[in-house]
């Protein structure tokens, strides 16, 4: 399934589908959704609306703080979670830290019962990397540039005292693992078969090689436009 305007944006895993509309669209939210519904239809499928939500990306203005549904039945939300991320309106990631540090707080207290049963150091450092810096690494390059400098404090803040309480070798940083997450997602993506190639930009052509650097011409972003989004 395709969308009806090629400036929208469809993606789907598994059972769940996002639709990206911009702000300003030859299709509008309400026909793409139609299509939407009509494409399920035709291939004898049901679209649960009750967990179907809407939400606009915007900036904070007080002019949209009443905006109304684009389709009646499906609810106009200030945030989602789309393949275990908290995206909020603001595109803050706020409500998205504090759920993570959550999860990885109640992991601290698996590994206080391990190593009170007698477990080694080199045993408890290597579950710290499966169970907690995995869980942080999940999705980093997406969310992780968007960081203010307090998120990635209360980040760095529960990885010195997982250092500290000797769970964690090496004192690790945010930050660290956000440069290294990023390589080697910009490694694979370059690779032609990878489902992230497309979203590189153009090579650009360089009259002379003076470095060994990665040359692609930089796309021009504003921010004056925002997206809305369904997650079904």
């Keep these: ?50 967990k179907t ?19 009646q039945g499906i609810q106009l939300v200030d945030q989602v979670k789309s393949l275990g991320v908290i995206l909020h309106e603001g595109l803050s990631f706020d409500l998205h830290v504090t759920s993570l540090l959550e999860q990885c707080s109640q992991r601290i207290y698996l590994l206080r019962l391990l190593r009170s049963q007698g477990m080694s150091s080199n045993h408890l450092n290597t579950i710290v990397h499966v169970i907690i810096v995995s869980r942080i690494l999940y999705a980093l390059p997406a969310w992780g540039v968007f960081m203010s400098a307090a998120q990635s404090g209360r980040i760095n803040a529960f990885l010195k005292r997982a250092h500290k309480c000797g769970f964690s070798k090496e004192l690790l940083t945010v930050n660290e693992l956000l440069v290294e997450s990023g390589k080697v997602m910009f490694k694979k993506m370059k690779s032609p078969t990878h489902c992230l190639h497309m979203l590189l930009p153009p090579n650009k052509k360089l009259d002379h090689n003076l ?14 436009t925002y997206k809305r989004s369904f997650v079904n």
Excluded: G
Aim: negative net charge.
């Design 53 to 71: 939500k809407e939400i606009d990306f915007r900036r904070p203005s007080p002019l949209r703080f009443h905006l109304l549904p684009s389709i």
């Design 211 to 224: 470095r060994n650097s990665e040359s692609y011409v930089l796309p021009q972003c504003t921010s004056s």
């Design 1 to 50: 399934m395709n969308s009806l305007s090629a400036n929208n944006v469809l993606s789907k895993y598994a059972d769940d589908l996002d639709l990206l509309v911009p702000q300003h669209c030859d299709v509008s939210l309400a026909t793409e959704f139609d299509h939407i519904r009509k494409w399920a239809d035709d291939n004898k499928m049901t679209i649960n609306t009750t």
